[in-house]
């Protein structure tokens, strides 16, 4: 093998796009650079109060430009010549609305400056009640449950709701919408050339765990069951798909026009691209039944398993299960929280927000904000397991897993006026741990063992105390991949297989893995008292659930 083969990885992340370079003898890291998505970086076209979070597809594309060719920039000379591939990850899912030529209506004129026109990102919650009109006619409407391969139930953050929400909100965008398509898929059609919503390669991935894919569908849910929900709906799907394709396979190569803007060769190889999470699984060098925990803002949380072991087996309470989403010949499986590193910087915003408000040295002002998370760490780890008696729960921007219910909302409780912030920041880090472990209790319970646990991501890296606690609750050890960028790695060599440098997946990984750096082990001390803890959580969930949802109390 020539050891000067190099392919990119490309993570679309929520703030920022990431390039970077691997020598795909050995996995090592050439080089990287981040583009931060400057409108998104302003706050447009958001609004948090209602849950809506919107990215304009220009913020892709010069976030793509300026990282790529940054990644390229600092590697050395003749690197642009030795790269083969680019595969692509993105959150999701992430739809646009789109033309019949394939462009995203937020550039073209007259929608520029259209919420609805632009990528619905993963974290928008807007489609709630469109979610629970997808679940009562899919258990209701008298045939196939289409929600059967989605753990049963279908979230606001998915693909038809996501679709409905946008077609019942804006008549403009219903009019001119001809099809739809997913971040993860628009890129690769971008850079090959082939953006016709009717030709291009859909993600296997985003298909299959978003928008209710199946083989045993013949691909998407039919016209009449999309009718039943909405008649909005009708007729879509013969605008939309009924093939996916496995991240492995080659959607084509850069066009001239693309090759010259990123400064690379023609002859580079794009592959199918595929969610964030289920890249990084393959990166963080997943195998069957280990639990791969991607850990940022929110959680995915990622299985494999081989497909005859897992035949017959419905999951239910899960983000689906679909064949060869992360590796290609085996069942991959999405579980997550809504919020993970999310719940750690709402507390601090909170206490910060005096500071903010009353105004000052904004340069001071940030070094505060910057360390107000590490200080509260190191202050609640002094704080003996179950002392403070504060319980909390994770759910500040809704449930992803078990039962996906986005109308849901956060708790604490058994607050009195001793309790301080290092607490209360104690609480919401158990709380996300606990989280957790509803997750691994669900996978089990539905007969799907764990073997193990490995984490990534940027909480996974510089959080022990997270790292500490989540371990002591699950009462299982927790190794963290070495590589800063498993998820763009984990691209990297879906792109290395798509240029031809190696037969599949599983040959990758074992040649471009990085090992792992370290690993938590439970505290003994501490597991029985978060056996207890727990049960206060699982009381508290099942009573704000019960009493407290949103939709009620609106």
């Not at 793509?64 to 010549?81: D, F, H, R, W």
């Not at 789109?98 to 609805?116: H, M, R, S, Y």
Request: net charge negative; aromatic share 10%; glycine share 10%.
């Amino acid at each position: 093998m020539d050891a000067e083969n190099m392919v990119m990885g490309v993570d679309f992340g929520t703030d920022s796009v990431r390039s970077v370079i691997i020598d795909t003898e050995n996995g090592s890291e050439i080089s990287n650079h981040v583009s931060y998505y400057k409108r998104w970086k302003e706050g447009k076209y958001c609004d948090p109060s209602k849950a809506q979070f919107r990215q304009h597809p220009l913020d892709y594309i010069e976030g793509l430009e300026e990282s790529v060719t940054g990644a390229l920039g600092k590697a050395p000379a003749g690197t642009a010549g030795r790269i083969r591939g680019i595969s692509v990850d993105t959150t999701g899912s992430t739809p646009v609305p789109v033309d019949q030529k394939g462009t995203p209506l937020a550039l073209i004129k007259g929608f520029e400056e259209n919420p609805n026109a632009m990528f619905v990102l993963w974290k928008d919650h807007t489609a709630i009640k469109e979610a629970e009109r997808i679940n009562e006619v899919s258990k209701n409407w008298g045939e196939t449950d289409y929600t059967k391969y989605e753990g049963g139930v279908y979230s606001s953050e998915w693909f038809w709701s996501k679709i409905l929400h946008v077609l019942r909100s804006d008549i403009e965008i219903r009019k001119y919408a001809f099809s739809w398509v997913e971040h993860c898929d628009w890129i690769p059609a971008l850079l090959t050339g082939n953006t016709d919503p009717l030709t291009l390669m859909r993600s296997r991935c985003a298909a299959g765990h978003k928008a209710m894919w199946h083989e045993d569908f013949e691909g998407l849910p039919p016209d009449k069951f999309l009718e039943s929900i909405d008649p909005i709906l009708k007729g879509l799907r013969n605008r939309l798909y009924s093939r996916t394709f496995t991240s492995d396979m080659k959607e084509g190569y850069l066009t001239e026009d693309w090759a010259h803007r990123l400064g690379l060769g023609k002859d580079v190889a794009v592959g199918v691209g595929a969610f964030d999470a289920h890249m990084g699984a393959v990166g963080g060098e997943i195998e069957p039944y280990f639990l791969i925990k991607i850990m940022g803002t929110s959680t995915c949380d990622i299985l494999v398993a081989p497909m005859k072991e897992m035949s017959g087996k419905l999951i239910k309470g899960i983000c689906g299960q679909v064949d060869g989403s992360v590796i290609p010949g085996m069942l991959g499986m999405e579980a997550g929280q809504s919020a993970y590193g999310d719940v750690y910087a709402w507390f601090a915003k909170i206490l910060s927000w005096p500071l903010e408000a009353i105004g000052g040295n904004n340069k001071l002002l940030d070094e505060i904000s910057q360390m107000i998370i590490p200080k509260l760490s190191s202050e609640a780890e002094k704080t003996p397991a179950g002392e403070s008696g504060i319980t909390s729960l994770d759910w500040l921007n809704g449930r992803r897993t078990p039962y996906a219910n986005q109308a849901l909302r956060g708790a604490i409780m058994g607050l009195n006026l001793g309790s301080d912030a290092p607490g209360i920041f104690r609480a919401l880090v158990e709380a996300t741990a606990f989280g957790s472990k509803k997750i691994v209790d669900r996978f089990t319970a539905e007969g799907v063992p764990i073997k193990g646990i490995i984490a990534l991501g940027g909480v996974a890296k510089k959080s022990p105390f997270v790292l500490q606690v989540l371990a002591d609750v699950l009462n299982m050890p927790i190794k963290i991949i070495r590589s800063d960028q498993a998820v763009a790695l984990g691209a990297a060599m879906f792109a290395a297989v798509v240029a031809g440098i190696y037969k599949n997946i599983p040959d990758a990984q074992k040649a471009m893995g990085s090992g792992f750096e370290s690993e938590y082990k439970p505290n003994p001390a501490n597991v029985n008292k978060y056996s207890d803890i727990y049960k206060m959580y699982s009381r508290l969930a099942d009573f704000v659930e019960k009493e407290c949802n949103v939709r009620d109390i609106r």
